[in-house]
């Protein structure tokens, strides 16, 4: 078997400009990027950039899901003097998990959430009611933006939503969960709680993401999204669009 040195394997990457030890993740469309999913996003472009009315409310929705409290063996040691990082037990215990159902104002950066063992469409419907409670009356329209799980657009909670006009519902395109503002909450939370989990119980998990949720909403702030957030992805369908006519 012929052979090649390390060398001219270095030297043969360098020319072609490749670099397969790295690696990024994509996910292949399952959706046509056609003209309704350009919409899609237009419409969601408008939603988190217009000026509001008085009377209106846009509110990003979703589910942090499988929260455990992984409860160590060993206390976690804290840093020390001479760059020793924090050092994590490895081993923990398994008990349960949460789910955090949350709603992000997309003006404000307020947090509205519940932390519950399921989720369900009852669960969600939880949440809406909250959302609808700490609503003033004087805000007529409120926009909730989804992704497609069923468990946003079920027989009971489109039930729910006749009985309650002033909310509708704005679904993401397909494998878009980047459009959800919620989602850049949830990877704060992520980083300022569940770097490192060590919780004892799930009631000690509970208290802890609700009182990150309490004090993130005395410090809110909303995301800036602008039309610029939306103009790669919609170039790209433009060409698309273009390509096919």
């Known amino acids: 078997m012929e052979t090649i040195s390390a060398q001219s394997v270095q030297r043969l990457l360098q020319a072609h400009q490749l670099k ?12 046509p990027r056609d003209a309704i999913f350009r919409a899609k996003i237009v419409d969601l472009c408008d939603l988190y950039t217009r000026a509001l ?16 409290p992984r409860t160590r063996s060993c206390a976690t040691r804290p840093a020390q003097p001479g760059l020793v990082p924090a050092r994590l037990e490895h081993e923990y215990a398994r008990k349960g998990a949460l789910h955090l159902l949350a709603a992000f104002d997309t003006r404000t950066g307020e947090v509205i959430g519940i932390c519950r063992r399921r989720k369900r469409q009852l669960e969600f419907l939880e949440l809406l009611e909250r959302i609808d409670r700490s ?18 657009h079920g027989k009971l909670v ?19 969960s980047w459009m959800n503002q919620v989602e850049q909450w949830f990877s704060i939370l992520q980083r300022k709680r569940f770097a ?31 039309a610029m957030s939306f103009e790669k992805v919609l170039a ?8 096919a006519a």
Not at 53 to 68: A, G, N
């Open 20 to 31: 397969p030890w790295r690696v990024h993740h994509w996910l292949s469309p399952k959706a």
């Open 236 to 243: 790209k369908i433009d060409a698309a669009l273009a390509k």
């Open 135 to 152: 609503t003033p009356q004087a805000i007529t329209q409120i926009y909730l933006v989804c992704d497609n799980v069923s468990v946003h």
């Open 196 to 226: 490192a989990p060590n919780f004892a119980n799930l009631a000690a998990l509970e208290e802890r993401i609700l009182a990150f949720m309490a004090q993130w909403n005395e410090i809110a702030h909303p995301f800036t999204w602008t």
């Open 53 to 68: 009315l008085p009377h209106e409310r846009v509110l990003c929705l979703d589910e942090k899901t499988s929260l455990q």
């Open 158 to 176: 489109r039930a729910w939503l006749s009985q309650h006009p002033r909310f509708q519902m704005h679904f993401t395109p397909v494998h878009c």
